[in-house]
């Protein structure tokens, strides 16, 4: 099974996968590293200082790399991008976009960087775009501004177990 782990820079993919790993005996897919193997890396973007990847191979470049009865978790903004039929549950990671430009603010980018990021978690960019690509009926939003990384990792256990009904759409940061 696959769990794809999206959401804006910032929203805290990496550190609840690393939740995950354990508590699912998971094992985690870097993104890049599988498109860099696979060759589907294809420039490198000057305005966001990031290689892009030819989004259109992401599903076959997966499924080369993982075997049946495996448990892979794949944090990535791109990890939507899998096709559905690949994934048992798609989550979206949110953020308050005033406690994300906090995270972000931490790190070496500039404020064009920061603002375009929060600008994507205010216009729920992920979510549309994991909407249209067809996760609807695996599709889970969590809004990570409040919830320690270990609570999410526990939330996500807890809609594969079925004891938490998978929600999205309820998360709006425009009032
Ligand atoms: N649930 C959380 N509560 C508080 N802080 C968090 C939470 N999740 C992540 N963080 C913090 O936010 C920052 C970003 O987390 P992380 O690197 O996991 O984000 P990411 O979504 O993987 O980002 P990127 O897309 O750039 O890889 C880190 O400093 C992390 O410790
Ligand atoms: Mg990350």
Known sequence: ?????????????????K??????????????????????????????????IDEFKISDAIEAEIKKGKTYVVPSHLSHFIMPSLVKLCVVLRCDPLVLEKRLGKRAYSQ????????????????IEAVEIGHKKHLHEIDTSKKSAGAVCKEIVNVL???KKL?????KWLK
Not at 167 to 171: A, D, L, R
């Open 161 to 163: 177990n079925k004891k």
């Open 112 to 127: 064009k960087k920061i603002g375009e990021n929060v600008m994507c978690e205010f216009l729920d960019a992920c979510l």
């Open 19 to 52: 939740h995950l790993e354990k508590a699912l005996n998971a094992e985690i897919l870097n993104i890049e590293q599988i498109a860099r193997k696979h060759k589907i890396l294809v420039e490198y973007d000057d305005r966001t200082m990031s290689m892009v």
């Open 167 to 171: 929600e999205f759409g309820k998360i």
């Open 1 to 17: 099974m696959l769990i794809a782990i999206t959401g804006t820079p910032g929203t805290g993919k990496s550190v609840t996968a």
